[in-house]
Nanobody, 120 residues
Framework: VQLQASGGGLVQAGGSLRLACAAS????????LGWFRQAPGKERMFVAV????????YYADSVKGRFTISRDNAKNTVYLQMNSLKPEDTAVYYC??????????????WGQGTLVTVSS
């Protein structure tokens, strides 16, 4: 499975940004897809995950109510709509794929990161 993320950039606090990740490879639609992020000097942390049908989602507490994950299986793409952005959301965001939704915190595949910078 290959994952190509895009959509990062610079945005002011309170603004919005949408990340996209194009997935390719065998049976990619059967994978749970998600996002992690890594802020400068910190460890990577889980952000959000969506199951293969799109019916189930789960978020980190720090983004719940502000971020929305979705997927379009016809396009093999997962999205992360980020609203009410805060400076602490500044990080490199990574798209991930997991064979099992319940193993969302142990992804099987990682994409390259896309940088999101939120200015105060």
């Amino acid at each position: 499975v290959q994952l190509q993320a895009s959509g990062g950039g610079l945005v002011q606090a309170g603004g919005s940004l949408r990340l996209a990740c194009a997935a390719s490879g065998r049976a990619v639609s059967s994978y749970a897809l998600g996002w992690f992020r890594q802020a400068p000097g910190k460890e990577r942390m889980f952000v959000a995950v969506i199951n293969r049908s799109g019916a189930s989602t789960y978020y980190a507490d720090s983004v719940k109510g502000r971020f929305t994950i979705s997927r379009d299986n016809a396009k093999n793409t997962v999205y992360l709509q980020m609203n009410s952005l805060k400076p602490e959301d500044t990080a490199v965001y990574y798209c991930v794929a997991s064979r099992s939704y319940s193993d969302y915190d142990r992804p099987d595949y990682w994409g390259q990161g896309t940088l999101v910078t939120v200015s105060s």
